[in-house]
């Protein structure tokens, strides 16, 4: 493994309505070491208390996408988007040139836990948009995010891709970072349950849990096993450095 980023040793930032963890540097939080991956600069597992959320704020030029583990998020943007995001269903917002927008709690009653992921994109100034799909609940790798929107993919501004990659318990899957002109790192986190991930080259077994993250270089290939029900994020990712 290229990188390993234990969820224990993430930064926390607790307001009371917001416990948030965050894999990389962001806020109120800063590391040196872990400031992101390729293109991957953010990725922030979020709790938010019943109706309570981030107020409007503005961004742009970057590819925001949000994954909503449980609860229901709403979202509200200045270009007119006003939808519900429940329970696994994924999210991406093109900030493009400029948009404002809004991510609340939809419920008075329920938290609401939702993973907030931005990746860099490759062209800026870029009219923004938005897209939502619902992700199913077969197991093995779906992708869920492409640039080119391949297989029902939504479409964003990097050549990059997330897929989702659900496990039973004694189920297994290899992983290998793709070799393309554009694309030569991987990234894998565990959203839930425990994975024993085995690095082909060097036989290394490393262990994975609720947070838990590695990152791969060109060429390197990973068979990971569920130790029991595990659901995961696997990015495909421009080349690091």
Known sequence: MQYIR????RG???LGWLNS???FSFGQYYDANHMGFSALRVFNDDIVQPGRGFETHGHR???IISFVVSGALKHKDSTGNDYVIPAGD???MSAGKGIRHSEMNASDKEEVNFIQIWIEPNV???QPAYLQKSVSDKNGLELLVSESGQDGSLKINQDARISKLALSRGESFDLAVESSPTLGAGYLHIVKGELTVNDVKSDKMTTLTKGDAIGLGLGQ????LANEEA???WFDLPPVG
């Open 12 to 14: 926390n930032v607790n």
């Open 6 to 9: 234990k969820g224990s040793e």
């Open 231 to 233: 659901l995961a994020l």
């Open 90 to 92: 994924i999210q991406v």
């Open 124 to 126: 800026t100034g870029v």
């Open 21 to 23: 963890k965050h894999s």
């Open 221 to 224: 290939k990973v068979v990971v």
């Open 61 to 63: 030029d970057m590819e």
